[in-house]
């Protein structure tokens, strides 16, 4: 792990600006793939939380809670066929 050990090495406030615009840019990029024409969105935005929280508290929070609501959305349940209704 020398490269875990080299960016330790790097102070704090020189990491957390680096970790913001890398992360920022992610974020931004999968913001913009949103309304202009290009796919893979969320991995885009997933990837900037996961650069975020590499180094503030704030997004780690963020990105447990998107976690568990990415859980939650199962895309298999959408297009599940539901058994019909028995009319009574």
């Keep these: ?10 102070p704090k406030p020189a990491r957390q600006l680096i ?15 949103i309304v202009l024409p290009g796919p893979f969105t969320l991995p885009f935005v ?14 780690e929070r963020v990105l447990e809670r ?6 939650k959305a199962d895309p298999r349940k ?4 539901k058994p019909p209704r028995e009319n009574s």
């Design 46 to 59: 997933f990837a900037g939380l996961v650069v975020l929280a590499a180094e503030f508290v704030w997004a």
């Design 66 to 71: 998107t976690k568990h609501h990415a859980k």
């Design 78 to 81: 959408l297009f599940k066929k």
């Design 19 to 33: 970790s913001l615009v890398i992360g920022g840019t992610l974020i931004v990029v999968g913001g913009l793939l």
């Design 1 to 10: 792990m020398p490269l875990r050990k080299a960016w330790k090495s790097v």
